[in-house]
């Protein structure tokens, strides 16, 4: 616990200097340029699939939430390309104060796991409709969702879509991206859940990496729009 509350007070002066940054300076196809040049490091097989993928998709226009942090169009994929840089930042803090973590901090990994880790949320934000004074729909500036298509969950989701793929993927990269969002939105009775959790974090370093990016990414580099 010492060990991340360190990590925490290194890192919050920059990211909260950067807070509401959002590239405002920088358009949805630059933030796409971003992520696809970062993925195509990876010599990896099946990302050539995921990339074609992600470019025949809504990834780069979808928001990354309905009323929470970057509900806007392109949200995702600004969220994902903040988690990265949130995470570059946690190796960099974490590898100073022990170096010995190296060998489970790789690079490619983080760039996985940080890009990756909402990839559930392709195709599931739908525009929202309303009437106007003349009784006639029309679309407003919010989003609905739809888990109709492939209601598996978040995290689980989010793997089970790259290896359908056919991304190989590493035990501790499915164990980041599966348990990102921590425990907060699971059923915190089930015991089996908890310490699949608790175990995956002691076994892995890069799940907590991941876990600490997303968390900072959505409440100190983002913003909500009213």
């Known amino acids: 616990m010492v060990?991340?509350?360190i990590l925490w007070h290194s890192l919050v002066p920059i990211l909260q200097k950067n807070r509401y940054n959002k590239f405002k300076n920088q358009t949805i196809m630059t933030i796409k340029e971003n992520i696809l040049d970062l993925l195509r490091t990876i010599n990896r097989?099946?990302?050539d699939k995921v990339i074609d993928w992600l470019k025949d998709s809504d990834f780069?226009?979808?928001?990354?939430?309905t009323n929470f942090h970057g509900n806007y169009e392109g949200g995702l994929a600004e969220h994902s390309f903040n988690v990265y840089q949130?995470?570059?930042?946690?190796?960099?803090?974490a590898l100073k104060l022990n170096p010995t973590l190296e060998p489970q901090l790789p690079t490619d990994s983080i760039i996985i796991a940080s890009l990756l880790h909402d990839v559930c949320k392709v195709d599931v934000y739908k525009i929202r409709q309303r009437k106007n004074e003349l009784?006639?729909?029309e679309e407003c500036d919010s989003y609905t969702v739809d888990y109709s298509k492939f209601p598996l969950g978040h995290g689980e989701k989010s793997v089970i879509l790259l290896l359908k793929l056919g991304l190989e993927l590493t035990d501790a990269e499915i164990a980041a991206i599966r348990w990102h969002m921590t425990a907060w939105y699971l059923p915190f009775q089930s015991r089996e859940i908890l310490g699949n959790i608790n175990a995956a974090k002691n076994k892995y370093s890069l799940c907590s990496l991941i876990q600490m990016a997303d968390g900072f990414a959505a409440s100190l580099m983002e913003e909500k729009k009213a």
């Open 135 to 137: 009784g006639v729909w």
């Open 3 to 5: 060990f991340y509350a």
């Open 86 to 93: 949130a995470a570059i930042q946690l190796r960099e803090a």
């Open 60 to 65: 780069f226009v979808a928001p990354a939430s």
């Open 45 to 47: 097989q099946g990302m």
